[in-house]
């Protein structure tokens, strides 16, 4: 494999998104660099021609087809000019967002600067691995048991939830306005692991709400586009669980999709893979917090998980494997079944925990587990 041009910042953006592709491999940057007649400050580029770029899905906009480019020139210097502007969404035309704009650059700039590369085209063999992902800050925000008469804590008591226990075991945060967070996804849920120094964020998910109107859905066609989960750049969502850190250790182990199933099954219990792609990271997690000392799993994903399409089939499959080999190598696993439309997040937990003991009793581990399901009591 050829070296990309810019290694740093090939590498940098690999540490901050995950999977980076790379277009027009080796070619250079043609284009003539100039500064504007008109202002001083500014450069002008004549030609179009930007050589090889590096593509990445556009955080501001929730793209998932890698429609943010990033040329290979991006924090260089040519001609004496700094060029921090050679990047655009081909989705939503997000860098004419001056917060993101200013925000993207931001974040590249600890990673760039320090290596200046020397632009050669010349092919390098070996590629560098990303480093390990470094501790983040939170934006600034407020535990939601603090803000019990926030219009966001109506909302979540008016879909069942109780946001002061949220607050309290989950950290769950609401936030002012803030450059790091698009407009409207400013619920914050942060992402802990443990460290022997007391828990490390490593990332969050923000979910969307208006505070104004009360609005809770997002608007697809609004540009830009609003989604409904924004998540943090550079968190890696295939190698974390969400609230792993709390449910260690527990003998039940409920695997969901997302950080607001885990608030209504219980904060003690439940885990997310902020998805349904639960990946061999997750399952090596999850071996090694709860299946090695004996727990049972329970899979809790919302139905369409299950519901084959043309477009998911391999998916699908995949799961069911994995849930085949869950049961011959766990002391007890089980699969929840949802109406469609329903998830965890929309059960209230009496029921949910209900629904356990009625499928571990259809697997025939009920006998051994129901001394530790909570909730339901022993009868
Ligand atoms: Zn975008």
């Not at 020139?73 to 860098?95: A, P, S």
């Not at 979540?156 to 769950?172: K, N």
């Not at 009920?366 to 009591?377: I, N, Q, S």
Request: contains cysteine.
């Amino acid at each position: 494999m050829s070296r990309p041009l810019n290694p740093a910042l090939y590498d940098a953006l690999r540490q901050i998104f995950g999977e980076v592709r790379i277009s027009r491999e080796g070619e250079p940057f043609r284009a003539a660099v100039r500064t504007d007649p008109l202002d001083a400050k500014k450069v002008v580029i004549v030609g179009d021609d930007r050589g090889e770029n590096y593509e990445v899905c556009c955080p501001q906009c929730g793209d998932r087809r890698f429609r943010l480019s990033v040329s290979h020139r991006l924090n260089t210097r040519m001609n004496g000019r700094l060029m921090t502007h050679l990047f655009q969404c081909f989705n939503e035309h997000c860098e004419t967002n001056p917060a993101f704009s200013r925000r993207f650059i931001e974040q590249l700039k600890p990673y760039v600067r320090r290596s200046n590369p020397a632009l050669v085209t010349t092919t390098v063999s070996a590629v560098s691995k990303p480093a390990e992902m470094t501790p983040v800050s939170l934006p600034d925000s407020t535990a939601l048991h603090h803000l019990p008469d926030h219009p966001v804590c109506a909302y979540l008591r008016s879909r069942g939830q109780d946001p002061e226990e949220m607050g309290q075991l989950l950290d769950v945060r609401w936030a002012e306005r803030c450059y790091e967070l698009p407009e409207l996804n400013r619920l914050i849920f942060p992402v802990y692991v443990s460290s022997p120094a007391g828990p490390v964020c490593y990332g969050y998910q923000a979910r969307f709400f208006d505070e104004q109107t009360g609005r809770y859905k997002p608007d697809r066609s609004a540009v830009p586009r609003e989604v409904k989960w924004y998540t943090m750049p550079g968190l890696r969502t295939g190698k974390r669980l969400y609230n792993g850190m709390q449910a260690a250790g527990s003998p039940i182990v409920v695997v969901t999709e997302g950080p607001l199933d885990v608030a209504r099954v219980g904060p003690s219990h439940a885990v997310a893979t902020f998805g349904k792609n639960l990946t061999s990271s997750h399952l090596r997690l999850l071996w090694k917090h709860w299946g090695k000392v004996g727990a049972a799993v329970v899979l809790a994903y919302d139905a369409d998980a299950w519901i084959v399409t043309k477009k998911n089939e391999r998916e699908v499959a995949k799961l069911n494997q994995t849930l085949v080999s869950l049961k011959e190598t766990w002391a007890g696993a089980v699969r929840l079944r949802f109406a469609k439309g329903q998830d965890p997040g929309s059960t209230p937990r009496l029921s949910f925990w209900k629904k356990v003991a009625l499928e571990m009793d259809r697997a025939g581990i009920l006998d051994k587990f129901e001394p530790v399901l909570p909730y339901v009591g022993t009868r």
